[in-house]
Structures are given as C-alpha cells and as structure tokens.
C-alpha cells in the first residue's frame, strides 16, 4: 500500500521560499507519476505541478511556472515542491500525489494521497 507524508509547510511573507517535501512509502514503478495539488478554501482542488519520477515529462500550472519546481529523489522515494518568490494566492493546502499508469494534471488521475501540509503567504 502506497502512503505519501508531505512536510514543509508553513508562513511566510511575499516574495519568500518554502519547500515542500514528500515522502513516499511502499511500491514504487517506474511508470509513476507525482503530482502537486493545492486547495484554497472555499475552491477546488487544482493541479500545481507534476513530473515523472526520472525527469524527464514535467508540466506545471500557468500561476506558477517559473516560480515552482517539482523534482524527486528516488533513491530516498520523497519528492519536493520548491516553492519561490511566494504571493498571497499560493495560500492554500497542498497535497502530494501519486499515479500509477497515467499521465495529467487531472484529480482522477491521481490514484494516491498525502493529508495536505498548510502554506500561508502573508502580504
């Protein structure tokens, strides 16, 4: 049973960085795909970023491309989000997340969760 714990969230001020980590127990394939997603209240859950695990595919949503990078360490099975130049709208929670076969920035692609890890950009 796959299982994904993310960490790195937080407070921070506009402008400011954080780094969101994801660590991933139980089978991996090399046919995964991870994802970030995030979630402000009151919206709905929308894809961030999402890479394979070697690299090689990435795509990212419009509002951060050029601020975000998602990559993986598959050695340590944990996947990161380093998150620059932050704005009061990357408020929200975040979710890592996992698909086994498919490749998108689709919720119902994504076959496993993590439980979320805050992120707060004051102005």
């Known amino acids: 049973q796959v299982q994904l714990v993310e960490s790195g969230g937080g407070s921070v001020q506009t402008g400011g960085s954080l780094r969101l980590s994801c660590a991933h127990s139980?089978?991996?394939?090399?046919?995964?795909?991870m994802g970030w997603f995030r979630q402000a209240p009151g919206k709905e859950r929308d894809f961030v970023a999402g890479?394979?695990?070697?690299?090689?595919?990435?795509a990212y949503a419009d509002s951060v491309k050029g601020r975000f990078t998602i990559s993986g360490d598959s050695a340590k099975n944990t996947m990161f989000l380093q998150m620059n130049s932050l704005k009061p709208e990357d408020t929200a929670v975040y979710y890592c997340?996992?698909?086994?076969?498919?490749?998108?920035?689709?919720?119902?692609?994504?076959?496993?969760w993590g439980q979320g890890t805050q992120v707060t950009v004051s102005s």
């Open positions: 997340a996992v698909s086994r076969w498919s490749w998108g920035t689709r919720k119902d692609q994504y076959d496993y």
């Open positions: 139980g089978p991996t394939f090399s046919t995964y795909t």
């Open positions: 890479s394979t695990w070697s690299g090689g595919r990435s």
